[in-house]
C-alpha cells in the first residue's frame, strides 16, 4: 500500500509542475498587454488630466502581474519538495521484505488420538523411586547403548520408557530402544521384545524431568474433562537424546493408552 501511494505521487509530480509551467506562461503574456495598454498614452495629449489619470491605471495593473510572477517562483520551489518525495520510490523493497511472514511454530499435539506400531526393541527391567527417578532411567539407557555400541548395531528409533506399574514411592519400568537386527550377550535384565502398540492419547513434554509433574497433571484433567479412562501403563518416547541433551531442553511424548 505505501508503494502504491508513493507510486501515484510520483505521477502526479510531473502534472504539478506542467500546471505550474502553463501558469507561468499565462503569467507572462499578460505582461506584454500592458504595453498595448500603454500605447495610448500618448493620446491623451489632447486632455492632459485624463492622461495624468490614464498614466497611474497602467502602473497599477503591471503591480499585479509582478504578484502572480512572484507566487509562481515558490511553486517551483514546492516542485523539488515532491520530488525528494518521490526519491523513495526505490526504496519500496524493504516493506515488502518486511512482509515475509515469520516461520510458524506449530502448537503440540495435546490430547491427539493417534496409533502406535510395535517395534522391535531391546529393553531392560528396572525399578526406581520418585527422588532419583531421571539418574536411574540414564543408567538404564546407558547399559542398552553400551550393549549396542560393542556390537555395532544401530538404534531403529527413539528411546522409550514403558511404566509398568507406579505408587508413592517409585514405580518399576521398561526401558527400551528399537533395533533392527537382535544383540547379543544380553544381561539376566535385558531381553528383546516388542513395544507397546494400540490407540493411544499423545501428549507432548517440553522441558527437564522434573517438571513432567505438570504436565502429567493437564493429562489428568484432559482425561477427567474429556470423561476417559487410561491403562495402568503409558509410554514416554525421548525425541531427544537423553544421554546427550540438557535435562531442560528434552522433548518427550507422551502416550496414554485407553481402555
Known amino acids: 500500500m505505501l508503494r502504491f501511494r508513493r ?6 509530480i510531473p502534472a504539478a509542475a506542467l500546471s505550474l509551467g502553463l501558469s507561468q506562461g499565462l503569467a507572462q503574456t499578460p505582461s506584454p498587454a500592458p504595453a498595448a495598454s500603454a500605447s495610448p498614452s500618448p493620446a491623451p495629449s489632447a486632455s492632459p488630466a485624463p492622461a495624468a489619470s490614464a ?7 503591471p503591480s499585479p502581474a509582478p ?6 517562483s515558490p511553486a517551483p520551489t514546492a516542485s523539488p519538495s515532491p520530488a525528494a518525495s518521490a526519491s523513495p520510490s526505490p526504496t ?7 512482509a515475509t511472514p515469520a516461520p510458524v511454530q506449530t502448537a503440540d499435539p495435546f490430547g491427539l488420538e ?15 523411586n520418585w527422588d532419583s527417578a531421571f539418574d536411574t532411567l540414564i543408567d538404564a539407557f546407558k547399559a542398552l547403548n553400551t550393549l549396542l555400541d560393542k556390537q555395532g ?5 527413539n528411546a522409550m520408557i514403558v511404566y509398568t506399574s507406579t505408587d508413592d514411592t517409585g514405580f518399576t519400568f521398561l526401558a527400551e530402544i528399537p533395533v533392527e537386527q537382535d544383540p547379543k550377550n544380553l544381561s539376566k535384565d535385558m531381553s528383546i521384545g516388542k513395544s507397546p502398540e494400540g490407540k493411544v492419547l499423545k501428549f507432548v513434554h517440553r522441558g527437564s524431568y522434573d517438571n513432567m509433574d505438570n504436565t502429567y497433571e493437564a493429562i489428568t484433567n484432559h482425561l477427567d474433562d474429556k470423561r476417559l479412562e487410561a491403562k495402568d501403563t503409558f509410554i514416554e518416547e525421548y525425541l531427544t537424546d537423553p544421554l546427550k541433551t540438557a535435562e531442560d531442553k528434552l522433548v518427550i511424548n507422551v502416550f496414554v493408552p485407553l481402555k
Open 55 to 61: 498614466s497611474p491605471a497602467p502602473a497599477a495593473t
Open 92 to 98: 519500496a523493497p524493504p516493506p515488502a521484505a518486511a
Open 153 to 157: 548395531i544401530k538404534h531403529a528409533g
Open 7 to 12: 507510486l501515484a505521487l510520483a505521477a502526479l
Open 67 to 72: 504578484s502572480p510572477a512572484a507566487s509562481a
Open 114 to 128: 493417534t496409533t502406535l506400531e510395535s517395534k522391535k526393541v531391546v529393553m531392560v527391567k528396572g525399578t526406581a
